[in-house]
């Protein structure tokens, strides 16, 4: 059982910042990449950033300079910090973890999602 659980979303004004947390438990083994999704209304889901380990973040385009992701290995911890956020930024934003079960098949795990809302 692997468990990836989320906290650090909520109401921020624009232009403000915050930082999201992604934590992973569980028969984690050899966890591979880990990153974040969200899904603004109306929207699917897209990708925001992730990271595999012992390589470099990428992220979505439109997010670069504003969105860092880092990770602690050590913790199996996600951090996704949102700097000048707009209101187009809100979401609900989901964690993923990567988990390598074979040398063939890895198997993607998602936490349950949190809120971020960007509102004056």
């Known amino acids: 059982q692997v468990q990836l659980v989320e906290s650090g979303g909520g109401l921020v004004q624009p232009g403000g910042s915050l930082t999201l947390s992604c934590a992973a438990s569980g028969s984690i083994g050899s966890l591979n990449a880990m990153g974040w999704y969200r899904q603004r209304p109306g929207n699917q889901r897209e990708l925001v950033a992730a990271m595999v380990a012992g390589d470099s973040a990428r992220y979505a385009d439109s997010l670069k300079g504003r969105f860092t992701l880092s990770r602690e290995n050590a913790k199996n911890t996600v951090y996704l910090q949102m700097n000048r956020l707009k209101p187009e930024d809100t979401a609900v934003y989901y964690c993923?973890?990567?988990?390598?079960?074979?040398?063939?098949?890895?198997?993607?795990?998602w936490g349950q999602g949190t809120q971020v809302t960007v509102s004056s």
């Open positions: 993923y973890g990567d988990i390598k079960e074979s040398d063939l098949v890895s198997r993607r795990y």
